[in-house]
């Protein structure tokens, strides 16, 4: 009864560890390293904080991320987009803040979300009832990309790359 009582203590304790060091510690050695895109658009400052997971042999859109489903867009914590000013995307107002990226990817158009939880592990505790805004942008065809990554451009397009797939949204 004594060694079954110390072998749970010493596996629990393990695990324990280990999820202590993929949330903390040392980000850049996570599987899915922290990147960041940032650009001034007129006045304002954008800032996109995201995890960057990678292909690895994976199929992608369809299969380890689900179509129809709201995602994380990234992985580990949930991806931020903060702007300094009210800005608008795809034409609707977004007010100046720091929100939490979500997507609804589709075969070939997207809802990217905007929801007013920035502090979330992934996307266990979306609510849509905290959802600030939601556009639609389109998805293409683009050249195969390892890490998913994000720019954006001076004029405003913030673009994401991931397997042979890009999605882009305007931002002004």
């Known amino acids: 009864m004594k060694s079954t009582f110390f072998t749970t203590l010493v596996v629990s304790i393990f695990f324990v560890s280990t999820a202590c060091g993929q949330m903390g510690g040392d980000k850049s050695q996570r599987k899915s390293p922290p990147a960041k895109a940032e650009q001034k658009v007129g006045d304002a400052t954008i800032v996109i904080d995201y995890s960057q997971p990678s292909v690895r042999g994976r199929e992608i859109y369809g299969d380890l ?63 849509e009832k905290k959802d600030v805004l939601q556009v639609k942008a389109k998805s293409t065809s683009h050249d195969m990309t390892e890490k998913m990554t994000f720019t954006i451009s001076e004029d405003g397009q913030v673009h994401l790359d991931w397997a042979k797939t890009r999605v882009t949204f305007k931002v002004n």
């Open 65 to 127: 991320v689900s179509y129809g489903k709201v995602w994380r867009t990234g992985a580990n914590e949930a991806t931020t987009f903060k702007t300094d000013k009210d800005i608008m995307v795809n034409g609707k107002k977004l007010p100046a803040g720091k929100y939490a990226l979500f997507t609804i990817p589709g075969e070939k158009e997207w809802t990217i979300i905007f929801n007013s939880e920035p502090k979330q592990w992934g996307a266990y505790k979306y609510d």
